[in-house]
């Protein structure tokens, strides 16, 4: 696996000259070429990149799942993500690629708060649409941090991540929009997510069932997932996982006569004191006084 440590190695790779500033770059697709086919059929970058895609086809691979590059307008990727890009097909298109490494935000309250923009960790097909005004908006503030990267003073970092701020904001509301017009598409997974959680249970799987286990079946990854969730129904993945395995849990406690332990084994739990205690806090009663309350 090839690791791109830095800003002037990834540039260098695109065949660009080298970057106007060491920790953050504002790339431009139309100009890169691809060098070093070797290099991209398996990397992981040491730093954040957004991608504003125009045009641009080939494809790319995150794990064993593959994608259609040309899928999605706004993509990103969080630092240490495995990726593959099939370089023969790769066309850049136009657009532009933002790069930022990790310790251009130390310091500054970006670096604690990026980790709740759970975009970074979507897969390739679950890309940003944007409208031709969002794109706009997002275009205008890359042309801003462009702009700052030379010369550099002691003004530039705290500018500069005030925009990496201003445009992940704008991304995560053109996301929510995204997952509220695209219903046709958007009703079906949650469709397929219903049925998914319930043939878990009617297959009776061994173990918790897992928000990984769910993401994967589904194809998306699990922050996608339990963002779309909560936009549609005010409650993410997990939630719902809770309770589906409360309502399974009063099913067995009320018609049949399987002990707390036993009940709490065929739901997955290792120990029944962690089904007591998931049960209460979401019901108020314990299994116990929930059975008696049906004699």
Known sequence: MNTIKSISEFHRLLSLPEPKHPMVSMI??????????????????????????????????????HYDYDKGVLSFTAPNQVQYLDVQTMECGSGYLLIFHPDFLMKHPLAQSISRYGFFSYATNEALHLSAEEEDDLIMILKK?????????????EIILSQIELLLNYSKRFYERQFITRKNNNHQLLITFEQEVNRYFENEQTGLLTVQYIAQRMNLSPNYLSDLLR???????QQHIHEKLIEKAKEKLSTTSLSVSEIAYTLGFEHSQSFSTLFKKKTTMSPLEFRQSFN
């Open 231 to 237: 936009v549609h129904t005010g409650q993410n993945t």
């Open 28 to 65: 431009n697709l139309s100009e890169s070429i691809f060098l070093d086919e070797d290099v991209w059929k398996g990397f992981v970058n040491s730093f954040y990149c957004v991608a504003l895609k125009r045009e641009a086809k080939g494809k790319i691979r995150y794990g064993q799942q």
């Open 145 to 157: 941090i462009d702009k700052e990267c030379a010369p550099i003073d002691r003004h530039t970092q």
